[in-house]
């Protein structure tokens, strides 16, 4: 079993900062994945951004330039900087961990306001 608990949501303008961040415990294997996905209001869960326990980032086109995802192997913690928010990034954000299967988070909610 793995446990994920998010924390770093909340309302913030448009152009504003947010931090999300993300705590991973329990059966911990590697490699595996870490990870960002949202879900907004009546449209299906989609992939922020991404990254390896070896480092590799990969993110959503609509973010990119504007987000940036970091880990921390000796914390088990991932973290999405997110900067230049937008209205459309209003959502719920949820964390993922992907070894031998994929574990999600209980999911924080983002809301810009324009």
């Known amino acids: 079993q793995v446990q994920l608990v998010e924390s770093g949501g909340g309302l913030v303008q448009a152009g504003g900062s947010l931090r999300l961040s993300c705590v991973a415990s329990?059966?911990?294997?590697?490699?595996?994945?870490m990870a960002w996905y949202r879900q907004a209001p009546g449209k299906q869960r989609e992939l922020v951004a991404a990254i390896t326990n070896g480092g590799s980032t990969n993110y959503a086109d609509s973010v990119k330039g504007r987000f940036t995802i970091s880990r921390d192997n000796a914390k088990n913690t991932v973290d999405l900087q997110m900067n230049s928010l937008k209205p459309e990034d209003t959502a719920v954000y949820y964390c993922?961990?992907?070894?031998?299967?994929?574990?999600w988070g209980q999911g924080t909610q983002v809301t810009v306001s324009s």
């Open positions: 993922m961990w992907s070894g031998w299967r994929n574990y």
């Open positions: 329990g059966n911990l294997i590697n490699p595996n994945t």
